[in-house]
């Protein structure tokens, strides 16, 4: 991306669509739809005639976790993100300064040793998560109390012991919200983070931040795209905590690709299909269980693939995403699914069309250049789609 492109503060998404004007839905933004360096632009809700029957839509399904809890260090207040669980117990996170509007700023991270005060709960920094800096941290979280006997109904029930492990997913389902950002107007319900398409972990795992690419699909939506004849294959990736401002690379991630969303992209790509993935949590994942044969495979654990033009991508074939900040990683992902040349057009055409960026923006599809559309007679945008801050 050119470092003369730059996105108004304007053109963040400040609220969801639903909450822009009465009778609005989460699909009722806008979508711009790229194939080489030919760009139309359409309201998301004509997606179904923009795909083609035989097409895959990869889709992460992914839960949001109310992962942000306010804590203490010492005599100071702290907001924790709680990132990725390690096999092990622990959990990566970043702590942040509260400022004062609801949102967090960067705080120095570590050291090693220090303790956070949560709501029944104490957490503990031990060592960085990666030598590429110190804004995550491995952390353990363990019960403070002593061992203690409650009276029961006929029974007793014992408190956990002091230096138990604490159960992080019940800490965050009771005291935590949502991750956000300067740039949004206000806290919204966890409701609102989720995609049509998460699915409850039985572990209470999940994604630190939404999977925001599929947010704007409904069951409505969904129904009409299987009733021409586009598939979805279901994976999972459970994103950790981006970073705002240093937009570093993503670190790794835990993820599965199951045997039945293999066997129906393997056969998609057998059958002419368009493999196109909802998000670059969804690439990253698919990728990840892809061979350099281009067949995929099941496949479970964790992901420290970074996929760049010099990498490529060897299943992917569209990609269906948000609109990211010109200095996001996530561009590089752009580069090696379409080409700088169609990334650079885009967002030249997004930035004059007055897009919205972020979570709660529009979205933007990259197709192969070669593949027409099938249904739209010309790139209008729907009455309904709306894109007023």
């Not at 760049?308 to 569209?318: A, L, M, N």
């Not at 996001?328 to 379409?338: D, I, K, P, Q």
Request: a positive charge; glycine letters at 10%; proline letters at 7%.
């Amino acid at each position: 991306m050119t470092a003369a492109l730059r996105v108004p503060r304007e053109l963040s998404a400040r609220v969801p669509a639903e909450q822009r004007g009465p009778g609005l839905g989460r699909d009722d933004v806008r979508l711009l739809v790229s194939r080489g360096t030919r760009v139309t632009h359409h309201a998301f809700r004509e997606l179904p005639h923009l795909l083609r029957a035989g097409d895959v839509l990869v889709v992460n399904t992914s839960c949001t976790l109310a992962a942000a809890v306010d804590g203490w260090a010492g005599d100071a207040r702290v907001v924790v993100h709680f990132s990725t669980r390690g096999d092990d117990g622990r959990w990566a996170v970043e702590l942040r300064d509260p400022d004062g509007r609801g949102t967090t700023r960067a705080r120095a991270g570590g050291p090693a040793g220090t303790r956070v005060r949560l709501p029944g709960a104490v957490l503990v920094l031990e060592e960085p998560l990666s030598g590429r800096g110190e804004r995550l941290w491995w952390a353990r979280v363990s019960v403070p109390d002593a061992p203690a006997r409650t009276p029961g109904r006929g029974s007793a029930r014992t408190a956990p012991a002091r230096g138990a492990v604490a159960d992080v997913p019940a800490l965050l389902r009771e005291h935590g919200r949502p991750i956000r950002y300067s740039y949004t107007e206000r806290d919204q319900p966890l409701s609102v983070y989720q995609t049509v398409f998460a699915l409850p972990a039985p572990d209470g795992s999940g994604s630190a931040e939404m999977p925001s690419a599929a947010r704007p699909f409904t069951a409505g939506l969904v129904t009409e795209l299987v009733s021409r004849g586009v598939q979805f294959a279901p994976v999972t990736l459970h994103t950790g905590v981006a970073s705002a401002e240093a937009h570093e690379p993503p670190y790794p991630e835990r993820f599965s690709v199951p045997e039945a969303s293999a066997r129906l992209v393997n056969a998609a790509r057998a059958g002419g299909g368009r493999v196109i993935a909802v998000g670059t949590t969804a690439v990253r994942a698919l990728e990840s269980a892809a061979g350099a044969d281009g067949v995929v495979r099941a496949r479970e654990g964790w992901t420290d693939l970074v996929v760049t033009p010099q990498r490529g991508v060897r299943v992917v074939d569209g990609l269906l995403t948000g609109l990211h900040e010109p200095e996001a990683s996530h561009l590089l992902m752009l580069r090696a699914v379409a080409g700088r040349a169609v990334v650079e057009r885009s967002y030249e055409e997004a930035l004059n069309g007055r897009y919205l960026w972020h979570e709660f923006g529009d979205v933007h599809l990259l197709l192969p250049g070669k593949d027409l559309t099938h249904g739209i007679a010309s790139a209008t945008l729907g009455e309904n789609a709306v894109s007023a801050v």
